[in-house]
């Protein structure tokens, strides 16, 4: 299987400390590696070998240099499993639409007979390239002017048609304003916000390396971080949630005027409160309170309590914010304002 890393932040930031973690996994991903990141916020500049990133100079120097500069960065590592080790099956991948150059990468292998694309083509021989091309195609068809709404619910349901045809389909995407995130069912992709202050010593998983976030990270410095597998100590880790797919922007989780609502009310309230009282307060229907509650517990950032004896979507159901990453909540929530 591969490996995907991913990075949103408020502000183009160099990825060298983190990035080094992940790019050590290329020793086991052996196949191939690469990074795509947009030096403009339209086009993508894309780097990538069909050689482990372990034994790679090229990884090397960008590891060690601050040649990459961006607001939103994917990148990968490779085992192999269709299509071989070529330049052309490196992930990540690139097309433009309408304007903007569009990145993705994938972890898994879809085995069921995907189609052929209508307008884009793939170079290579991988499945990834062609779940791409045809994601591409039904955004196309949407047009121009379509909306982020449009545009999540045509991502989603191809999403989910070819996780339906895999054991594991995980994949980031980006079209330099947002990062799209993908995990399926067993799949394993998972994410860390980083938001000031920045007191905190983080160590790499995967070697003996740590730093003070506060002396490499700007007071004015929003990230999240999202990868196949955790890459830091010292921070607290979220599984995305499952066959869904997961949008940030600007370094913070996208979350709906709604949402947001949900969250400073339950932040405010000095107990825990039902979703009778959040849809009453925040002036929405049950249903919808239901909807919002259940992505805000999918993403971690609610937890129902542990007192409760009713479902989850029961209107006496009662929540709390998550108190593992409350501080980062809240100074999410004046971020937000």
């Known amino acids: 299987m591969c490996e995907l890393f991913g990075m949103s932040c408020n502000k183009q930031v160099t990825i060298s400390f983190t990035w080094?973690?992940?790019?050590?996994?290329?020793?086991?991903?052996?196949?191939?590696?690469?990074?795509?990141?947009?030096?403009d916020?339209?086009?993508?500049?894309?780097?990538?070998?069909?050689?482990p990133s372990t034994k790679s100079p090229m990884a090397e120097f960008l590891k060690s240099s601050n040649f990459i500069k961006s607001k939103i960065v994917i990148s990968h590592v490779r085992w192999a499993t269709r299509g071989d080790p070529y330049y052309r099956n490196?992930?990540?991948?690139?097309?433009?639409?309408?304007?903007?150059?569009?990145?993705?990468?994938?972890?898994?292998?879809?085995?069921?007979?995907?189609?052929?694309?209508?307008?884009?083509?793939?170079?290579?021989?991988?499945?990834?390239?062609?779940?791409?091309?045809?994601?591409?195609?039904?955004?196309?068809?949407?047009?121009?002017?379509?909306?982020?709404?449009?545009?999540?619910?045509?991502?989603?349901e191809e999403a989910r048609k070819f996780s339906r045809m895999s054991t594991v389909f995980n994949f980031l995407m980006s079209n330099g304003e947002y990062l799209f995130a993908f995990r399926s069912k067993g799949g394993s992709l998972n994410y860390t916000i980083r938001i000031p202050p920045h007191n905190v010593i983080v160590q790499l998983m995967d070697e003996d390396f740590k730093v003070d976030l506060s002396q490499i990270k700007g007071k004015d410095e929003?990230?999240?971080?999202?990868?196949?597998?955790?890459?830091?100590?010292?921070?607290?880790?979220?599984?995305?949630?499952?066959?869904?797919?997961?949008?940030?922007?600007?370094?913070?989780?996208?979350?709906?005027?709604?949402?947001?609502?949900?969250?400073?009310?339950?932040?405010?309230?000095?107990?825990?409160?039902?979703?009778?009282?959040?849809?009453?307060?925040?002036?929405?229907?049950?249903?919808?309170?239901?909807?919002?509650?259940?992505?805000?517990?999918?993403?971690?950032m609610l937890v129902q309590d542990s007192r409760d004896a009713v479902s989850p979507t029961h209107p006496d159901a009662t929540f709390h914010t998550n108190t593992k990453i409350q501080k980062i909540i809240y100074t999410m929530l004046d971020w937000q304002g």
């Open 90 to 156: 490196t992930h990540p991948f690139v097309r433009e639409l309408f304007g903007r150059d569009w990145v993705f990468a994938h972890n898994g292998t879809i085995d069921g007979e995907i189609p052929n694309p209508k307008f884009y083509e793939p170079i290579g021989e991988t499945d990834s390239e062609r779940a791409f091309c045809l994601i591409l195609d039904r955004l196309r068809e949407l047009g121009r002017n379509a909306s982020l709404n449009e545009k999540v619910r045509v991502i989603e």
């Open 222 to 300: 929003v990230a999240t971080i999202v990868a196949t597998k955790e890459i830091t100590r010292g921070e607290f880790w979220v599984k995305l949630p499952e066959n869904r797919l997961t949008i940030f922007k600007d370094g913070l989780p996208y979350l709906s005027r709604e949402q947001w609502n949900i969250l400073k009310y339950v932040r405010q309230s000095p107990h825990r409160v039902s979703i009778r009282e959040i849809s009453k307060s925040v002036g929405i229907g049950i249903d919808e309170a239901v909807e919002g509650i259940a992505y805000l517990r999918e993403i971690g």
């Open 41 to 51: 916020g339209f086009s993508a500049c894309i780097i990538k070998e069909p050689k």
């Open 20 to 39: 080094r973690g992940f790019i050590k996994r290329g020793s086991e991903h052996k196949h191939g590696w690469g990074v795509a990141f947009y030096p």
